[in-house]
């Protein structure tokens, strides 16, 4: 670890503007593209030094969206922005809001925002420009969401236009879903919500089919209501 990044990590806010004195670590970052702002707001920190630092880092000229270009297997890499790791790592709400307001790009954050449950999250990136576009598409981001058992921004995606019916892989509906786990208030909220629950799987199977199968009785009876 260089002494610049180690002064990042040790918060060190006397250091770091020394250093970036020299156009070397203004302009350094590792072969991924991981720099200074990426380790910094990776950092669990509430004290006032991670944000003047993030404001000597912005002065000095790194790119507010710089990429660090992370492998995943489904695609050729994510695009880890100072964003994206001051929400999902360091969850440090004072450089999120920050970085939102000095034109930080919101997008590659809703999966995260799904896996933390955050509406209030979810609704201040609507605020700075984040659009649910085709990756994710809301119905994704639904599906997914209530896959994990993130149930109240499952129910805002709902609110934004998702489709409760909406299919996953197989043909499984979140329906279907929620029966298999016996999660009587879910089913209650879907069925309400205006999910069919004789829309049928790949396979030939529909939430009411999996209520007969599986019991108990009270399954089939909240998905009459």
Known sequence: MNKFITSIKDLDVATVRELLKDPKWRNWSEPTGKNALHYLCGLASTGAEALSILKLLLKSGLDINSVHRIEDKSC??????????????????????HLLKQGADP?????AI????????AELWLQH???????????????????????TFAKWLVGKGADVNARGPGGLTALMLAVK??????????????ADPDLES???????KIAESKGPKRLLNLLAT
């Open 202 to 208: 790949e396979q030939g199977i529909s939430a009411r």
């Open 181 to 194: 786990r016996k999660d009587e208030d879910s089913i209650r909220w879907l069925v309400h919500a205006g």
């Open 76 to 97: 050729d890499f994510f695009p880890a922005t100072p964003l994206w790791y001051a929400y999902t790592r360091g969850r440090n709400e004072k450089l999120y809001k």
């Open 107 to 111: 997008s590659h954050c809703w999966w």
């Open 129 to 151: 420009g984040a659009v649910i576009d085709k990756k994710p598409s809301l119905d994704e981001l639904f599906l997914g969401s209530f896959q994990w058992r993130k149930i």
């Open 114 to 121: 799904a896996w933390y449950d955050d509406v209030e999250a």
